[in-house]
């Protein structure tokens, strides 16, 4: 009896370690984030830099404290609309303010297009993907100058918002 | 076992130095890679034996700072088999003026692998040499060692600068003060509450405008400086503003040039302020 006990035992022990030991099946993980649905929010600025890209290696400033010396703008994102509030922050990035908004690719986007009320446009590259876990929302924005004929890149803001729940 | 080893060292030492003269970029020792250089290469300093007795014409094959893909008018090859078939617009120039084995190929790095300047800096320049068929598919390759030549950024910076460099009027900017590399030692290791900058410009119709006189500074608020502590600017200040609105500077008029010099909160002589008048003429990025 004691043997069949111990047998039994170990039987088990052994079925244990093995079940315990299997790899787990990977599960389907799902359709991808939906970047539209994640950009949709109200957003304001949390961070500011300015990189000098003129420079042998560009350098990236913190320049958040000047910006919170006034008002900090904030984004509104809805399923194609644009909303920018600047009234009051030290300058406007953001053209008229309203308008509509599009991705490059709908599902990895690089590229936030703005298409303004007064039909200009504007190109922001998104510095990190935006899911509706995200919480942050990366803009960049580069500008150029002309020496002569030639295009030259000169410095870019980054700004990063934060979602406003 | 001592001959041994100085034999070896000096081995060793002739290949590092024959390696470090086999290619280099030419202006230099500093280099402006937004402007005409000139890549250099001396086929009598290379390493590898396979292009000895070959009289040319010989190209430049390059990967960094980067790769040109197959549309690219510069690509290193074409057709089916690019490595035998190099690309007309990578042939090298003979330089008899710098020696018998000595070609170079000219070009803007920034526009010829199409990336911005610290790509260029940071990466360096990478290339081989070979002739038109650089050999392969079961015959042996004809080409140098592979060749990487370091690209020093010039000294852009002045103690006091603008970042962005590329200054504008209406623009946001901040004045830096890289108090660590001041050449005045009365200023050297500035208090967090000691640095004040006094800033003077002149504008498109030729007057000037200053925040305060240069003896006023210390006792506006606006003009004082904060401390950087963390990160890359760490131990430098900065003071950032719009200029127009900083300034109040009128509608129809923008800043030609300016002066900053960064003094102490109380001035009692020249220790007390930075060296040099610091002219800054590129605003508006002219």
């Known amino acids: 009896m004691k043997r069949i006990f111990k047998f039994t035992a170990l039987i088990l022990a052994t079925t244990i370690i093995v079940v315990s030991c299997r790899p787990k099946k990977f599960s389907d993980i799902g359709d991808v984030s939906s970047k539209t649905k994640g950009i949709q929010d109200n957003w304001i600025l949390s961070h500011a830099y300015v990189v000098d890209e003129a420079f042998a290696t560009p350098d990236k400033l913190d320049i958040t404290d000047f910006y919170k010396t006034k008002t900090l703008p904030t984004l509104k994102f809805t399923e194609t609309g644009f909303t920018a509030l600047t009234t009051g922050t030290v300058k406007n990035y953001f053209g008229t303010g ?16 703005i298409n303004y009320s007064d039909n200009s ?35 870019s803001y980054i700004w990063e918002f934060t979602r406003q729940n | 076992m001592k001959k041994f080893i100085i034999l070896v060292t000096i081995i060793i030492a002739a290949f590092i130095k024959s390696n470090a003269q086999a290619a280099w970029i030419e202006p230099g020792p500093t280099t402006d890679v937004t402007s005409v250089c000139r890549i250099y290469v001396d086929l009598s300093k290379i390493t590898n034996t396979s292009l000895d007795g070959l009289t040319g014409p010989f190209y430049m094959w390059t990967w960094n700072p980067r790769e040109l893909p197959a549309n690219d008018p510069n690509v290193n090859g074409t057709g089916t088999q690019p490595w035998k078939n190099s690309n007309d617009n990578l042939k090298l120039t003979p330089d008899p ?40 598919y079961g015959a042996p390759d004809l080409k140098s060692e592979d060749l990487n030549i370091k690209v020093n950024a010039p000294i852009e910076r002045d103690t006091i600068y603008t970042l962005p460099k590329c200054a504008y009027t ?20 500035l208090g967090a509450e000691d640095c004040y900058l006094y800033i003077k410009v002149t504008l498109s119709d030729a007057t000037t405008v200053e925040k305060a006189s240069f ?9 004082k400086m904060t401390k950087i502590t963390e990160g890359l600017f760490s131990g430098q200040f900065k003071l950032t503003m719009i200029p127009r609105e900083f300034l109040a500077i009128p509608n129809g008029k923008t800043i030609v040039s300016a002066q900053f010099i960064v003094r102490r909160k109380d001035f009692n002589g020249g220790p007390d302020r930075s060296a040099g008048n610091n002219d800054l003429k590129y605003f508006e990025c002219k």
């Open chain 2, 215 to 223: 003896f006023d500074v210390g006792t506006v608020p606006a003009l």
């Open chain 1, 98 to 113: 309203t308008g509509t908004w599009s991705f490059d690719n709908t599902d990895f986007p690089k590229s936030l297009y």
């Open chain 2, 170 to 189: 209406d623009e946001i900017l901040t004045i830096m003060y890289n108090n660590p590399v001041e050449r005045n030692t009365g200023m050297s290791n």
């Open chain 2, 97 to 136: 003026s710098k020696g018998p084995k000595v070609y170079y190929y000219e070009m803007i790095p920034t526009d010829f692998y199409g990336v911005n300047k610290g790509d260029v800096y940071s990466k360096g320049i990478s290339l081989l040499v070979k002739p038109k068929d650089g050999g392969g």
């Open chain 1, 121 to 155: 446009k504007d190109t922001f590259l998104l510095g990190s993907t935006i899911r509706t876990t995200d919480l942050v929302l990366k803009l960049k924005k580069t500008f150029y100058y002309t020496k002569g004929t030639a295009k030259k890149i000169a410095y």
